[in-house]
C-alpha cells in the first residue's frame, strides 16, 4: 500500500504562471519530506525538501507547504519556466538520517510557452 | 567527477535469465541503495547498504541480491529473471553522516524480460 501518494498524474501550466504540485501521505510517522525533479533518461535530482517543524521552506521558485493535521504538502513553483516541464517526486521518510525514502508515483508538469 | 555511473542503460532478458546490474559512485558515499520505478508507482527501495560488506533489505527485495564488497560499488543481481521484474531501476549513493536530501541517484537502467 503506497504510503506516498500523488494523485495528479499530470499538470500543465502556462510559462509564467504558477504551478502546484499536490502530495498526501498515510504514515503519521514521517517526519522528513522532499521533492525530487525528474528529466527523462536521467535519474531524480533533489529540489527541495522541508521537516515536520516547520510548514514552509523557500528557495528560489520553489516553495514547500506542510500542513501535518491533513498530512498533505505541496509544491509551489512561481513562475513556471519551460525547464521545468519534468516529473515531480513527492518522497518522504520517518526521521531526517533515515535514507530509505517512500515516494509518490510522480506528476508530470508540462510549462507551455 | 562521475558521480554515480549505472551499466548498462538498457537491457532485455528472456525469463529465467540472470544477470547483473552495476552501480558504482567515485563520491566516497558510504549509503548506497537501488529503486525500481514501475508506471503508476513510485521509486521503491530494493536494497540498501551503509557501508562496505553491510547490506539489508528493502521494502521490495524479493528476487534480487545485492553485495558491497568496496565503497564504489554495489551490484545488483538478478538470479532467474522473471517478467514481472521488468522495471526502471536507479542506484543511489549519499553519505551517512548526510542529509536525505543528498542523495544523488545514477541515470538508470531499463530492464525488460520477456
Known amino acids: 500500500d503506497q504510503q506516498v501518494k500523488q494523485n495528479s498524474p499530470s499538470l500543465s501550466v502556462q510559462e509564467g504562471r504558477i504551478s502546484i504540485l499536490n502530495c498526501d501521505y498515510t504514515?503519521?510517522?514521517?517526519?522528513?519530506f522532499l521533492w525530487y525533479k525528474k528529466y527523462p533518461a536521467e535519474g531524480p535530482t533533489f529540489l527541495i525538501s522541508i521537516s515536520s517543524i516547520k510548514d514552509k521552506n523557500e528557495d528560489g521558485r520553489f516553495t514547500v507547504f506542510l500542513n501535518k493535521s491533513a498530512k498533505h504538502l505541496s509544491l509551489h513553483i512561481v513562475p513556471s519556466q519551460p525547464g521545468d516541464s519534468a516529473v515531480y517526486f513527492c518522497a518522504a521518510s520517518v526521521r531526517l538520517y533515515d535514507y530509505k525514502l517512500s515516494f509518490g508515483a510522480g506528476t508530470t508538469v508540462t510549462v507551455r510557452a | 567527477n562521475a558521480g554515480v555511473t549505472q551499466t548498462p542503460k538498457f537491457q532485455v532478458l528472456k525469463t529465467g535469465q540472470s544477470m547483473t546490474l552495476q552501480c558504482a559512485q567515485d563520491m566516497n558515499h558510504e549509503y548506497m541503495s537501488w529503486y525500481r520505478q514501475d508506471p503508476g508507482m513510485g521509486l521503491r527501495l530494493i536494497h540498501y547498504?551503509?557501508?562496505?560488506?553491510?547490506?539489508d533489505q528493502g521494502e521490495v527485495p524479493n528476487g534480487y541480491n545485492v553485495s558491497r564488497s568496496t565503497t564504489e560499488d554495489f551490484p545488483l543481481r538478478l538470479l532467474s529473471a522473471a517478467p514481472s521484474q521488468t522495471s526502471v531501476y536507479f542506484c543511489?549513493?549519499?553519505?551517512?553522516?548526510?542529509?536525505?536530501?543528498?542523495?544523488?541517484f545514477g541515470p538508470g537502467t531499463r530492464l525488460t524480460v520477456l
Open positions: 543511489a549513493s549519499s553519505y551517512t553522516s548526510g542529509r536525505t536530501d543528498t542523495q544523488y
Open positions: 504514515n503519521s510517522m514521517f517526519d522528513y
Open positions: 547498504s551503509v557501508g562496505a560488506g553491510i547490506t
